[in-house]
């Protein structure tokens, strides 16, 4: 299993990036994914959350990306895409696909144990 995060980039705030999480070794269509985010001195905090049901959920208020961050997924290509739009300087961080096999509904999927894999990350820089 290996996922594979691209996209990442320095922009201006107001500006747009689309990441790119390409999976092999499992079957993105019938997993559970998610994309989280560490930025500067903070923990890793989860982002945004696709079922295998395609239910989507995003983590506000915390992480204020309602409206402005949309997750879905590529069945044909299998991968995991986050498009980012409104970009702000507090979204700042290295953004992490994750992927959890079983789909663990019991398990809340802002849970970092919850998803058996993960990808090296990509750089997200953005200035004011």
């Known amino acids: 299993v290996q996922l594979v995060e691209s996209g990442g980039g320095s922009v201006q705030a107001g500006g747009s990036l689309r990441l790119s999480c390409a999976a092999s070794g499992f079957t993105v269509s019938t997993s559970c994914m998610g994309w989280f985010r560490q930025g500067g001195d903070k923990e890793r905090a989860a982002v945004a959350f696709?079922?295998?049901?395609?239910?989507?959920?995003?983590?506000d208020p915390r992480e204020r990306v309602s409206g402005r961050f949309t997750i879905s997924k590529d069945n044909t290509m299998n991968s995991l895409s986050l498009q980012m739009d409104d970009l702000n300087p507090e979204d700042t961080a290295r953004y992490y696909c994750a992927a959890d096999l079983n789909c663990n509904n019991y398990v809340s999927w802002k849970a970092q144990h919850k998803y058996q894999h993960w990808g090296q990350g990509t750089q997200v820089t953005v200035s004011s």
């Open positions: 696709i079922h295998r049901n395609g239910a989507r959920s995003y983590a």
